[in-house]
Nanobody, 119 residues
Framework: QVQLVESGGGLVQPGGSLRLSCAAS????????RSWYRQAPGKERELVAT???????NYADSVKGRFNIARDNAKNTVYLEMNSLKPEDTAVYYC?????????????WGQGTQVTVSS
């Protein structure tokens, strides 16, 4: 099992910045990808950013150039640096990890952290 704990959410004004953290514990090996998703009220959960085991990154078009995903392997932590925040970035942000197990990929989720962008 893998446990994921997010932190860093909150209320920020448009144009501001926040950094989310996701600390992993448990059976953390054979990681395939670590990602951030978000879900706004009334909308489906969407992929925001991914970092692979060889540090390749991928971003949703809506956040390219504003968000940055990074990881600290020594701390088993992934970060999402969010800049130039917009009201439409308001959502619950979820940390996700996919690990290779016998039989295939297993997916784990954090509990989510609220990000609200409002003046």
């Amino acid at each position: 099992q893998v446990q994921l704990v997010e932190s860093g959410g909150g209320l920020v004004q448009p144009g501001g910045s926040l950094r989310l953290s996701c600390a992993a514990s448990g059976s953390i090996f054979n990681i395939h990808t670590r990602s951030w998703y978000r879900q706004a009220p009334g909308k489906e959960r969407e992929l925001v950013a991914t970092i692979t085991s060889n540090s390749a990154t991928n971003y949703a078009d809506s956040v390219k150039g504003r968000f940055n995903i990074a990881r600290d392997n020594a701390k088993n932590t992934v970060y999402l640096e969010m800049n130039s925040l917009k009201p439409e970035d308001t959502a619950v942000y979820y940390c996700n990890v996919k690990v290779w197990r016998v039989g295939g990929l297993s997916t784990y989720w954090g509990q989510g952290t609220q990000v609200t962008v409002s003046s």
